[in-house]
């Protein structure tokens, strides 16, 4: 038998990276569109690098070649080779054209990469998805983003069956053909990489809004969806607009296409697609209505629909050389989206939701066996590498020059950026290049951050001396070790702070050796292993607010004693370190419950929160935030002999004594109080409202259940919108209330068309704490709409119970572990980036205690040894047994 080891596939490295030896200066893509079968033409311009001579090899995966010529004549079998998806052709020369066709099988396409079938032979559609790698599963092609092309795209189909056709680019012609079958041409001026190619073929309708840019181009605005949900993509236009608007204004980049489609997906294995000129969206993504959408929902559709716009500068027009520079485009994309967001909505709410997304999925990736650098320096199969580290990790890598050059040099700095690499396959060093000669500084030191994997803990010491009235505070980093490797070199980390007096009031910041100001707040840049800043002048002694806004992604350990947390939590102006001193806070209470020596922490936070929810100066939706403590995964991340049910009931306990604090009576008025104004309004008091709303409900259900179940069966009965619904829902089937299972079946009914709420449906079971969550979701699986082939409704049922409920996966009996590598194994030989990413969620079982620990290690054992793995799983389960 094979093993994993004998079966590993090659790995790719960065420091192999060599330019194309030949390029494609044009291509013609001639297609005719069936659902069964495609047949498509391709027409290569070649050039040569003359400065080498390697033959002429393009990728293509199970392509079924039908002919081939050269220069216009048919090459005779001697003259090619196609094996191990490698075509190697000889003769070809500089300025030779390359014409191949092949044979597509689009429905029995189920990785959906590629040309696939979405939705059902009858009535679904075709579509492509090419990131990173896909085109070399349409046709012969240098499949390397450094290889930018004009494309030219006819589609040739059945009108009757295929009435909508289009690909990247602008319109170019339309029109009849004989057999009832028609075509339609687009033409793309703007070279791009292969895996920015897109086409869609089918029965969709669509909204449109016309757009004029800012410098004055007409751009039809188009979104295309079945027609059974057009009607729910009115949000999306709206957020495709302000995003563009917003990229004019922020980063003067304007659209530069005559058309711009986006269309929406039941079947993406990914969150959406930037193809140039024709965006394709997981409906998930782009959908929304109040009736099946929550306000995270709506928001997440806004923050999508900005990020695959905003692409078409930063990743289309200056794209990425090879894919170790992944984050070169995600990385910044993401902060490109964040601050729009940001702008959109309230700045310190979307800084919280970012940095606990960051925690909860970026640090326990950084700190386990799946850790890798914002720029990995080899990979096997790159569709694992679509991390939170390269995306998250390396936002965050961006929002800390952004914040180190200031607002206007960051964008001198971007524009420098764009205009140096329009056009060009850039690197990590062209982006930190142009930034820094934008504004006459080296940040070639940043550069140490996108090469090392882990998260950097920075400790902070702090000495006041009454008698100089001087506060002396002591940054020292520390990277996290990597066993046999010399100590690295330090990071510049970026240290926002602040002081305060012992009052709340800020304290001016007299720093020695810098020039003074009546500043109240600065940044420090950290450039040594540890450093020392001295303030003067400093009444009494303060207490310090480090790494204000998260100015650095490093975990802060710092000796606060419960009532400097406290002080800051009541405090602070910085509504994220407000937030951040409340999650310390409750971690120290937390430890508390745990060690079951001290209740110092715990009093502490239940009394600055009790102080707090009786204020009316706070803004509902952070009060519900700061109401809010860290979550499992965090909380797991502390310890080492993790017992993840142990952890469920002791965050329960934490909760159950902050209800306790504040009081079923006081709890039960807030709730009246909020519900007393239901709405289905967007407005950003509204959504506040219902998101303080579902935490008090979450609070009375731990001191009175029964009442709270009373109050979320009403108000799931009620709800005017799904944000109420799924809230009181999610109330019922967690709490294991008699009312879950009639709530349950109403929702089913309802919902039963509507594919993105049943998704949720799923999801809310599949995250019911405990043993019975998997009884719950073997059962689940046998329900009529439950499909392996459907990546979203997997993600709904299997992602959310094995990712998103550490309680009820972690049985100790080990059975959640053998059912996700029953289930991985089938998922595979479906679709292999979805069983990749599922089984991601073995990551960390070396810290788990030794129970589950030995029973996670022998069914991954069992995976590892199962022949035939894909590459994209085999890296993942390799890696993670590590
Ligand atoms: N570039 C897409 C985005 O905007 C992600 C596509 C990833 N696709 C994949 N198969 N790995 O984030
Ligand atoms: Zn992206």
Redesign the pocket.
């Known amino acids: 038998m094979q093993t994993l080891s004998e079966q590993a596939p090659a790995l790719i490295r960065l420091s192999d990276y060599r330019a194309p030896a030949w390029r494609v200066e044009t291509v013609a893509l001639d297609f005719d569109l069936g659902i069964d079968a495609s047949e498509l033409c391709a027409r290569l311009l070649l050039r040569r690098d003359p400065a080498q001579d390697a033959p002429l090899r393009l990728d293509g995966e199970d392509l079924q070649l039908l002919s081939i010529s050269l220069d216009g004549l048919q090459l005779p079998a001697t003259a090619y080779r196609y094996a191990d998806n490698v075509l190697e052709v000889d003769g070809a020369h500089d300025g030779s054209v390359l014409e191949t066709r092949v044979r597509l099988r689009p429905a029995a396409n189920t990785a959906l ?1 590629g040309l696939y079938l979405s939705g059902s032979r009858e009535s679904g559609f075709l579509l492509t ?1 090419c ?2 790698e ?1 085109f070399r599963h349409i046709t012969f092609f240098p499949d390397r983003p450094d290889v930018q092309a004009r494309y030219s795209v006819t589609l040739r189909a059945d009108r009757e069956r295929f009435p909508v056709l289009l690909a990247g680019g602008n319109p170019d012609g339309a029109g009849e053909l004989e057999g009832g079958r028609h075509w339609a041409r687009f033409v793309d001026p703007h070279p791009k990489p292969s895996y920015l190619f897109a086409l869609v073929a089918g029965r969709l309708e669509k909204l449109e809004r016309d757009y004029v840019t800012a410098d004055g181009r007409p751009v039809q605005l188009k979104i295309w969806a079945e027609a059974d949900v057009i009607d729910r993509c009115h949000y999306a236009m709206d957020a495709l607009e302000r995003s563009m608007r917003w990229d004019e204004q922020t980063y003067g980049r304007n659209y530069d296409l005559d058309v711009f489609h986006v269309v929406a997906t039941n079947d993406f ?6 193809n140039k000129g024709l965006n394709i969206f997981n409906a998930k993504y782009l959908l929304a209505d109040p009736d099946s959408s929550t306000d995270e929902e709506y928001r997440h559709v806004e923050a999508v629909v900005a ?2 716009y905003f ?1 078409n500068w930063s ?1 289309n027009r200056v794209t990425c050389r090879d894919w170790f520079q992944l984050s070169l ?2 990385g910044l ?1 993401v902060f490109r989206e964040q601050s729009f967001s940001a702008d959109m909505n309230s700045a310190p709410l979307k800084r919280i939701e970012d940095v606990a997304l960051l925690r909860r999925a970026q640090f326990p990736e950084d700190a386990g066996p799946l850790a890798h650098p914002v720029r990995p320096a080899q990979y096997s199969e ?2 694992n590498f ?1 991390t939170a580290t390269v ?1 998250e990790k390396g936002s965050e890598l961006v929002r800390m020059l952004a914040g180190r050059l200031g607002r206007d040099g960051f964008r001198r700095g971007m524009d420098r950026y764009f205009e140096r690499n329009d056009g060009r396959a850039a690197t990590l060093e062209d982006f930190l290049g142009a930034l820094g000669e934008a504004n006459d500084t080296d940040l070639m030191p940043y550069l140490a951050w996108y090469g090392q994997a882990g998260t950097p803990r920075l400790k902070a010491r702090g000495h006041y001396d009454p008698a100089r009235r001087e506060y002396t505070l002591t940054l020292a980093q520390h990277a996290p070790g990597v066993a046999g490797k010399e100590p690295r070199p330090p990071l510049p980390i970026p240290v926002k702070l602040a002081l305060f007096a012992r009052d709340g009031t800020m304290l001016p910041l007299h720093l020695q050796g810098a020039a003074s100001g009546n500043l109240h707040e600065r940044v420090v840049v950290l450039t040594r292993t540890e450093q020392s800043l001295v303030f003067t002048d400093v009444a009494s002694e303060p207490v310090p607010s480090l790494l204000r806004g998260f100015s650095a992604p490093v975990i802060l350990e710092c000796d606060y004693t419960p009532a400097e947390l406290a002080l800051l939590l009541g405090h602070d102006v910085d509504g994220f370190n407000r937030w951040e001193a409340g999650q310390q806070l409750a971690t120290r209470a937390y430890e508390d419950l745990r060690d079951g020596d001290a209740t110092h922490a715990l009093h502490a936070w239940c009394d600055a929160l009790a102080r707090l929810f009786d204020s009316e100066a706070i803004d509902d939706a952070l009060l519900a935030d700061l109401l809010t403590p860290p979550g499992e995964i965090e909380l797991a991340e502390r310890e080492t002999a993790i017992d993840p049910q142990h952890i469920h009931g002791l965050r329960q306990d934490l909760q159950r004594h902050l209800a306790e604090r504040l009081g079923a009576d006081a709890l039960y008025r807030r709730y009246q109080a909020l519900a007393g104004h239901t709405t289905i309004e967007l407005d950003a008091p509204s959504q506040a409202r219902r998101r303080l709303k579902r935490r008090v409900l979450e609070l009375l259900h731990l001191l009175d259940a029964e009442g709270a179940c009373l109050l979320a069966a009403a108000q799931y009965r009620d709800a005017p919108g799904m944000t109420d619904r799924l809230a009181a829902l999610a109330v019922l089937v967690r709490g294991h209330a008699d009312a879950a299972a009639g709530a349950l079946l109403d929702y089913r009914q309802r919902y039963a068309d509507n594919t993105l709420a049943l998704d949720k449906w799923f999801s809310v079971q599949a995250q019911m704490p405990g043993e019975p969550a998997l009884e719950r979701v073997l059962a689940l699986e046998k329900d009529a709409a439950f499909t392996p082939k459907n990546p979203n409704r997997v993600q709904s049922l299997l992602g959310a119970f094995v990712r998103g409920n550490p309680s009820g996966f972690h049985r100790v009996d080990g059975a959640g572990y053998r059912l996700l590598i029953e289930r991985l194994i089938t998922l595979d030989s479906l679709n292999p ?1 979805v069983a990749a990413r599922l089984a991601t969620a073995f990551n960390g079982w070396q810290r788990l205690e030794p129970k589950r620990r030995e029973a996670a290690r022998l069914a991954i054992a069992e995976l590892a040894g199962h022949v035939g793995l894909s590459r994209n799983l085999a890296e993942i389960i390799g890696n993670v047994l590590n």
């Open positions: 990469e998805q990131e990173a896909g294995n990914m969150g959406a697609m930037e990020h695959e692409h990743g485009k995600e994309t790159i569709n679509y995306y980036q």
